[in-house]
């Protein structure tokens, strides 16, 4: 089994900055992606940076974040600036990971809420 846990969201004001960090841990032999998606209620989940054999950011944020990762420590990071409104939502760690056996599954994070005030 895989864990991801996420860390760094909370409240913030229009134009501020967080860095949101996720760690995978467990039985891991090689993560191919991994990045972050979010969700507001009643809409469904959409991508927000991956970082993979490319990195691919949602259009929406491309210029304001940036994601970063550390292979050798399973870890991922997003830096959020110039945060608006709009990017309120409960935000998800996401891992593309094979456990051995030719097993290969997607894993989720619990989720770090982000809320951005006017």
């Known amino acids: 089994q895989v864990q991801l846990v996420e860390s760094g969201g909370g409240l913030v004001q229009a134009g501020g900055s967080l860095r949101l960090s996720c760690a995978a841990s467990?039985?891991?032999?090689?993560?191919?992606?991994m990045g972050w998606y979010r969700q507001v209620p009643g809409k469904q989940r959409e991508l927000v940076a991956v970082?993979?054999?490319?990195?691919n950011y949602a259009d929406s944020v491309k210029g304001r974040f940036t994601i970063s990762r550390d292979n050798a420590k399973n870890t991922v990071w997003m830096q959020m600036n110039s945060l608006k409104p709009e990017d309120t939502a409960l935000y998800y760690c996401?891992?593309?990971?094979?456990?051995?056996?030719?097993?290969?599954?997607?894993?989720w994070g619990q989720g770090t809420q982000v809320t951005v005030s006017s």
């Open positions: 996401y891992a593309d990971v094979n456990t051995g056996w030719a097993k290969r599954s997607d894993y």
């Open positions: 467990g039985t891991i032999v090689r993560i191919y992606s």
């Open positions: 970082s993979g054999g490319s990195t």
